[in-house]
């Protein structure tokens, strides 16, 4: 990835994405390259979508690895930074970052400072590990693979909370995720 000043074209930091030790059964033929990323509302984190299925947030200006979590059973193709699609469950209103994958899937994952956030202490796994599993707020499947995926402005700016999937069908699925 390269970091650019695009007011005066000059490239300000890159770093590689490439990681070899990827264990996803998913990636047996392709390499594990990016197909979506976005950067967060503030532009510290950008949160990138890769081709085994993973999904990573990095520190906008080092590339320092913030979160990484295999989202999906095959590529991850889209991800959005969701500045007011909040999830209520999790101490007040936490800003979401949704992705999706060929496996079909819409993912909503709660983030705050840019990392992705693990589930609240009732849903964590009994016996020697009592950290939680990453897992998303909200699943939602997909009638199929999505192709593009836009979150809806209010005329404010602000979120609408409508998302719209484009998939391989021929038809837009609009989502409410309010």
Do not use: Y
């Not at 074209?9 to 033929?29: F, I, M």
């Not at 299925?53 to 590529?75: F, I, K, N, P």
């Not at 469950?89 to 992705?99: D, T």
């Amino acid at each position: 990835c390269v970091l650019w000043d695009v007011e005066v074209g000059k490239k300000l930091n890159s770093w590689s994405l490439l990681d070899t030790t990827s264990q996803n059964p998913a990636q047996v033929l392709n390499p594990r390259h990016v197909h979506a990323l976005c950067h967060s509302p503030e532009g510290t984190a950008v949160a990138i979508a890769l081709g085994d299925g993973t999904l990573e947030v990095r520190d906008t200006s080092s590339g320092a690895l913030l979160t990484s979590v295999e989202a999906h059973r095959c590529a991850a193709t889209q991800v959005h930074f969701a500045q007011s699609l909040h999830w209520v469950e999790h101490s007040g209103n936490v800003p979401c970052v949704l992705s999706m994958g060929n496996d079909c899937e819409l993912l909503m994952w709660a983030v705050e400072g840019g990392s992705l956030l693990r589930p609240p202490r009732s849903k964590r796994r009994k016996g020697k590990d009592s950290r939680p599993a990453m897992c998303p707020v909200l699943r939602v499947p997909l009638p199929c693979k999505p192709n593009g995926t836009t979150i809806v402005s209010a005329r404010n700016g602000t979120h609408s909370g409508v998302v719209c999937v484009a998939d391989t069908s021929d038809c837009v699925s609009v989502w409410g995720m309010r």
